[in-house]
């Protein structure tokens, strides 16, 4: 078993403040870390902040510095896991971005791609590689994002926006039985009532899961991105 770092409790604290939308506090501790302990999961930490801060504040020059700290995590660890844990986050941080460009998106292929070289069985990359499955670098077959989707799930404590991405596929490989059983998963796990932004689209799915079950397809084009890391 690895060793657990000193700075651990430092970690798990900033991941509170990102959680809490205290943005500034979490980049200010994350700068002093860093300037303590400069290592992969320091800087990881450093940018995850950083992006969190300037998607909030539109800050374009922050957003950036925050690619680039990711990038300079990946690039100091040596473990393979790790790596591809960092990879994963930059890349679904790329597709995520308030300032989302063609070349963003082209770069967060091939950092899944990278990632999943290293580690095929991230839950981050599964679902990455499946929402991006249409790009010509990608290039997968609906079969083998269903297979990616599944995998992801199978790992245990899976998100509602997985059982949304799976229900999708189900459906348009013409699995109703399958499709409506992770249609259903996905609105049990969604956080209704929170004022989460997709929820007039769940509650719409929730129409489209009631005509699947009377056998009426109305296939909605619910064309959704997994939100940030946090």
């Known amino acids: 078993m690895a060793d657990i770092p000193t700075y651990a409790p430092a970690l798990m604290r900033i991941d509170q403040l990102l959680a809490a939308g205290e943005y500034d506090d979490a980049v200010e501790m994350a700068e002093a870390l860093v300037a303590e302990t400069r290592a992969a999961d320091t800087l990881r930490a450093l940018g995850r902040a950083r992006?969190?801060?300037?998607?909030?504040?539109?800050?374009?020059?922050?957003?950036?510095?925050?690619?680039?700290?990711?990038?300079d995590a990946a690039h100091l660890t040596t473990d393979d896991r790790t790596r591809a844990a960092i990879l994963a986050d930059l890349a679904t941080m790329l597709t995520g971005s308030v300032f989302f460009t063609a070349e963003k998106e082209e770069e967060a292929v091939r950092r899944y791609k990278e990632a999943y070289a290293l580690d095929p069985t991230n839950i981050r990359v599964l679902i990455g590689m499946t929402v991006l499955r249409a790009h010509p670098e990608i290039n997968a077959s609906r079969g083998q994002a269903i297979v990616w989707v599944e995998q992801a799930i199978a790992q245990g404590a899976p998100e509602w926006w997985h059982w949304s991405e799976l229900a999708?596929?189900?459906?348009?490989?013409?699995?109703?039985?399958?499709?409506?059983?992770?249609?259903?998963?996905?609105?049990?796990?969604?956080?209704?009532?929170?004022?989460?932004?997709?929820?007039?689209?769940?509650?719409?799915?929730?129409?489209h899961l009631q005509a699947l079950r009377a056998g009426r397809l109305e296939l909605i084009n619910l064309d959704f991105h997994p939100p940030p890391a946090r």
């Open 51 to 71: 992006f969190e801060r300037s998607t909030a504040t539109f800050d374009e020059e922050e957003h950036e510095t925050a690619f680039a700290t990711l990038r």
């Open 168 to 207: 999708k596929l189900y459906e348009e490989e013409g699995d109703q039985p399958k499709a409506i059983a992770a249609y259903e998963e996905m609105l049990a796990l969604f956080p209704f009532h929170t004022g989460h932004p997709l929820e007039f689209v769940m509650r719409q799915q929730r129409k």
